[in-house]
């Protein structure tokens, strides 16, 4: 069993950056972030795999977010830059224990996730 906990949410405002923070208890292989916007569907933020050594970002993200992780600390970490009024969402990880080499896009990927954390850009 996985269990995750998200930190570093906020209010901020467009054109400011914010650091999340997803620590893991117990062990994890891939890690993800996602997002889910009022009465929009969840979606896929960014990836990592377990070395660090792939990563995957949504074209909405790209060049703006960077997703890293410290295996010694069993934490990701989701640095958002450049942030626009169209990034507001609930944000979470997720985590899945059997995909080393690459690290998956979709949700059903995933075994394990954080409860989320409130992320507000204001325009």
């Known amino acids: 069993q996985v269990q995750l906990v998200e930190s570093g949410g906020g209010l901020v405002q467009a054109g400011g950056s914010l650091r999340l923070s997803c620590a893991a208890s117990?062990?994890?292989?891939?890690m993800g972030w996602f997002r889910q916007a009022p009465g929009k569907e969840r979606e896929f933020v960014a990836a990592?795999?377990?070395?660090?050594?792939?990563?995957y970002y949504a074209d909405s993200v790209q060049g703006r977010f960077t997703i890293s992780r410290d295996n010694a600390k069993n934490t990701v970490y989701l640095q958002m830059n450049s942030l626009k009024p169209e990034d507001t969402a609930v944000y979470s990880c997720?985590?899945?224990?059997?995909?080393?080499?690459?690290?998956?896009?979709?949700?059903?990927?995933?075994?394990?996730w954080g409860q989320g954390t409130q992320i507000t850009v204001s325009s």
């Open positions: 117990g062990r994890t292989a891939a």
């Open positions: 997720a985590a899945d224990q059997s995909t080393y080499s690459t690290a998956g896009i979709h949700l059903a990927d995933y075994d394990y």
């Open positions: 990592i795999s377990w070395n660090a050594g792939k990563t």
